[in-house]
């Protein structure tokens, strides 16, 4: 029997407000009789009308390649038109062809029909700066538009509510594929030369049989410090699984009164999941949802539209990747619900007090928007699902160490980026596992990410080939748009000239997206690793001698800076030093390196273990330390934290706020006390840090407004401590004259 998709069938099923993706993959699911599929024939068949499907499309018709775009959905835009108007952009130089196009007619619109300096002009960026302000936040229905008038222009067919059904796939090449309308049960074979995967989940790859992951590589398998299990036993940290970052709904709220419509109950109303929020506004008697975000002004409101981020839906989306459209289907209905509860809790609640219910219920969806859904979206945010396995896979390395390649087809500079992935039970208690936020260098994407082993007319230009972490920094719309932009000009490249994809000429690809305004080259940064001269295994007492290896350095280094026990201590200057490690351990040694006073490598480190015994380091994350008051996400400029997040506490000298870090610690005698914290203008300078140790309670006063040493940790202190009793630091914000911020506090053994 026939299935018809759920938005269709509101009389006879209702699995939500608004569900989408409701038709199974299995090939054959649901056919019309035999002899009705109709039959459609072009150069480029393009699946999938995300941000990097469309502009694939329209790259390719652009020059004169006949071109089917076709969408699952009844929306095309992917996320920019389904909800996220606030742009994630990274650096903007890196911004370019296609994607930059996008940006400046979103400038052109709101420009020429409110005027240069209307309130929606100046909303559309963060920057107030006329010359470098650009077009990078805008209302959904803007983008959806714009994304319509480049394909109309480009002379490209657009096939919407087409469910991908089959891929005909011989050796080395795709035949066809066939796709089921959800509305009509109608079925139509798309007959091509060259086929482009944009879809975020890699649909048309997998059916095609090309080499795919899900979830997280173990951290060993490509030496990449973010990746696999971030908490939990120390056994298994490190360790991959098949696990995937949170989706929730980046959906438009709406604050206009002429055009809103109210939150509604969600069929599966998830109070408890968000019932910490009711006890942190009645904890601190908050009144205004302002209080409670306040990030509300980074909302990116426009004409009465914002873009909050919030209600990620941990662990829900195990099964989204390889699911049919009815899984998805499922999965989108309690994302979408858990979202709408966190709305409607907010709003409505009789825990909260009524001046803040009322205040809440001033947002609401936009009348506007997702006519066809109920005003909700039928795009979630779909942060990551399949990654293909290409002839070259982007890792932690290439983002941010080697960041050049010779088939450059555009430039990725966000940093990597993780949301949560799972809750699970420590020996500390419940946490939130997975979440990474790393930096990242303006980097190169190489062509060989987007093209496949073994089929030869296939390209892949949203689940590129990635590791979990560099796609954490991929996975932005603007990239997005980029690699459409390379894989639309690759197809066309390789109908001209009758060859693979594989095999078509890099560089007339690359002149072509230069001649377009895309950025190829990364700016330079120096690169250098340490080297132990010394082979190991190490023991303590020895003395280790390191030196500067220069793997990309076009000048002289002209200032070193070592750190080798952990504390942040300036502890070497030279491009060779020595260092003995008096006791057993795991060590990180930091190197930092600059040519000039301003042009400084990211840091080296070189995991380092001291045998001879177990190590009496202990190290507490702010995650684990027991706080006060209310601490709101903050960033700081030192080098090997400078995306790191850590703690801002927005009362100023109160004595409300503290941040208790605690451990127990397994030997008695001396360790030096070592914190880590952004030093900016705006912190304190006199931050009082109360030390609880064998001898009694010690408080010092840290500046966290600058520091003498260029690393995020500082020394302390050192302290007498006993074994087996808690040891505590204890950050409070008792009349500071700035902010206070925390992160790390380090435990190191001295000695007896």
């Not at 095609?208 to 398998?221: N, W």
């Not at 982007?394 to 993780?418: E, N």
């Not at 684990?624 to 008051?629: F, I, L």
Request: charge should be neutral; glycine fraction near 10%.
């Amino acid at each position: 029997m026939p299935v018809t998709h759920p938005l269709l069938l509101r009389s006879r099923i209702l699995l939500s407000l608004c569900l989408v993706f409701a038709v199974s993959f299995t090939p054959g699911a649901g056919r019309a009789a035999e002899g009705t599929v109709s039959e459609v024939k072009s150069d480029l068949i393009v699946f999938g009308g995300t941000p990097a499907g469309v502009m694939s499309a329209v790259a390719a018709g652009r020059h004169g390649t006949k071109v089917v775009l076709i969408e699952p959905s009844y929306l095309i835009g992917g996320l920019m038109s389904g909800g996220l108007h606030k742009t994630d952009i990274g650096k903007r130089d890196t911004i370019g062809g296609l994607s930059a196009e996008f940006f400046k007619r979103v400038m052109a619109f709101y420009t020429t029909t409110y005027g240069a300096s209307s309130p929606q002009v100046k909303a559309l960026d963060y920057t107030q700066d006329p010359k470098t302000r650009g077009g990078y936040y805008f209302e959904p229905k803007i983008a959806l538009q714009i994304f319509r008038e480049m394909l109309a222009e480009a002379g490209v067919t657009v096939r919407t509510k087409e469910q991908l059904q089959s891929v005909d796939a011989v050796t080395g090449l795709i035949r066809s594929l066939v796709t089921r309308h959800y509305e009509t049960g109608a079925e139509t074979r798309f007959t091509g030369n060259v086929f482009i995967d944009g879809s975020y989940e890699g649909d048309l790859m997998a059916q095609a049989g090309v080499l795919y992951r899900v979830g997280r590589e173990a951290r060993a398998e490509y030496h990449e410090s973010y990746a696999g299990l971030t908490e939990g036993p120390a056994e298994y940290l490190g360790t991959g699984d098949h696990r995937v970052q949170s989706y929730n709904v980046r959906s438009t709220i709406s604050v206009d009164p002429n055009n809103r419509v109210p939150i509604p109950k969600p069929k599966h109303y998830f109070r408890e999941a968000h019932a910490h929020l009711i006890a942190t506004v009645n904890a601190h008697g908050l009144k205004r949802l302002v209080e409670l975000y306040p990030d509300r002004d980074r909302w990116a409101e426009i004409n009465g539209k914002l873009d909050p981020n919030k209600a990620d839906f941990i662990g829900t989306n195990l099964g989204y990747s390889e699911g049919d459209y009815e899984q998805r289907a499922r999965i989108t209905a309690r994302v979408q619900d858990y979202w709408l509860s966190h709305w409607y809790m907010l709003q409505n609640d009789p825990e909260l007090p009524e001046d803040f219910k009322a205040d809440a219920r001033r947002y609401g969806l936009p009348k506007d928007e997702y006519l066809e859904s109920n005003h909700v979206t039928p795009q979630i945010y779909v942060r990551v699902a399949r990654r293909m396995q290409g002839r070259y896979f982007l890792t932690q390395h290439d983002v941010q160490r080697s960041r050049s390649k010779p088939d450059a087809i555009c430039m990725g500079s966000y940093g990597t980026d993780c949301h949560g992935i799972q809750m699970i039970q420590t020996e500390d208690g419940l946490k939130l596992e997975g979440d990474f936020n790393g930096a990242a260098d303006a980097y190169e994407i190489p062509y060989r990410s987007i093209t496949p082993f073994g089929v030869k007319n296939l390209l892949v230009v949203a689940a590129i080939s990635a590791s979990h972490v560099a796609y954490a920094s991929v996975r932005m719309e603007p990239v997005f748009m980029m690699l459409g932009h390379a894989g639309g000009l690759a197809a066309q490249l390789a109908l001209t000239d009758k060859t693979s994809v594989q095999d078509i000429s890099i560089a007339k690809l690359q002149a072509g997206l230069t001649s377009a305004g895309m950025p190829l080259k990364a700016p330079y940064r120096p690169w250098v690793e340490i080297r132990a001269i010394q082979n190991g295994p190490y023991r303590p007492g020895t003395p280790i001698d390191f030196e500067v290896v220069d793997r990309d350095v076009r000048a002289p280094l002209t200032r070193f800076a070592w750190s080798f026990d952990g504390s942040g201590a300036l502890q070497g200057t030279g491009n060779t030093v020595r260092f003995t490690f008096p006791h057993p351990g795991k060590y990180s040694v930091m190197l930092l390196a600059w040519e000039g006073g301003k042009n400084f490598a990211l840091p080296a480190i070189l995991d380092l273990t001291v045998e001879g015994g177990d190590s009496l380091n202990r190290e507490v994350h702010y995650t684990h330390a027991t706080t006060v008051g209310r601490w709101i996400r903050s960033r700081g400029p030192e080098l090997e934290y400078r995306f790191r997040v850590g703690l801002l506490d927005e009362n100023k000298r109160d004595g409300q706020a503290r941040a208790e870090f605690t451990t127990t610690l397994p030997k008695t005698g001396r360790y030096r006390i070592a914190a880590a914290y952004a030093t900016v203008a705006s912190r304190a300078t006199n931050v009082p840090v109360q030390i609880k140790h064998a001898d009694g309670t010690t408080t010092v006063k840290i500046n966290q407004r600058k520091k003498d040493s260029p690393f995020a940790f500082t020394p302390v202190g050192d302290y007498r401590f006993t074994a087996g009793e808690p040891a505590s630091v204890i950050f409070t914000n008792t009349g500071v004259d700035g902010h206070v911020q925390i992160d790390t506090v380090r435990w190191l053994w001295l000695g007896d």
